[in-house]
């Protein structure tokens, strides 16, 4: 691969050739898939946070922060994406695990207490609201990621988890109190 051109392709992205970003994508978007498969060890994955960074070059003018030879930098900014797609993941994971250890807990209270388990659980979720409820229906009902739950719902992906959070502790709250 030559590496030779990158400072006059820099140059000509800063003063926001189009074409010069088409050529950027096509000299290192492979190289950065197979990066970031390395990290994800999922293909679709990999693609996507591939294709979500050449975005943002374009359209947060990332480009803008290059400086001279930027073959050291992309992999370096794919790396940190992939550290961080995982640190999601990783934080998914906990909030599903919570949420299981929540409906185990309640579920061993509410069959010596109340048969009604699920009703009151679906009392307890109808009673939330609107943000919340939908946050917890859309993960744990429905099965959405994260992402695609936020976008449906037309916030961020860090309002959505706030909501979620929330949402989870208002239930385990009135899944203590019932049972």
């Given at each position: 691969m030559d590496h030779?051109?990158?400072?006059?392709?820099?140059q000509r992205l800063k003063e926001g050739d189009a074409a010069a970003y088409d050529a950027l994508f096509m000299k290192y978007h492979k190289m950065l898939c197979v990066n970031a498969y390395w990290f994800l060890r999922n293909e679709a994955e990999a693609n996507d946070l591939v294709q979500t960074f050449f975005l943002d070059i374009w359209d947060k003018k990332l480009y803008l922060q290059f400086n001279g030879d930027i073959r050291g930098y992309l992999p370096q900014a794919i790396k940190?994406?992939?550290?961080?797609h995982h640190k999601k993941q990783k934080a998914e994971r906990e909030?599903?695990?919570?949420?299981?250890?929540?409906?185990?807990?309640?579920?061993?209270?509410s069959h010596e207490t109340s048969p009604d388990y699920y009703k009151q659980?679906?009392?307890?979720?109808?009673?939330?609201?609107?943000?919340?409820?939908?946050?917890i229906q859309m993960v744990y009902i429905h099965g959405k990621r994260y992402q695609e739950a936020a976008d449906e719902m037309g916030i961020s992906i860090?309002?959505?988890?706030?909501?979620?959070?929330?949402?989870?502790?208002?239930?385990?709250?009135?899944?203590?109190n019932k049972g």
């Open positions: 030779s051109s990158d400072i006059p392709l820099v940190n994406r992939c550290l961080t909030n599903k695990a919570a949420f299981t250890q929540l409906q185990e807990e309640t579920c061993i209270v659980v679906l009392s307890a979720i109808n009673e939330m609201a609107t943000q919340k409820r939908s946050a860090n309002s959505f988890k706030t909501h979620l959070k929330r949402g989870l502790k208002v239930l385990r709250h009135a899944m203590v």
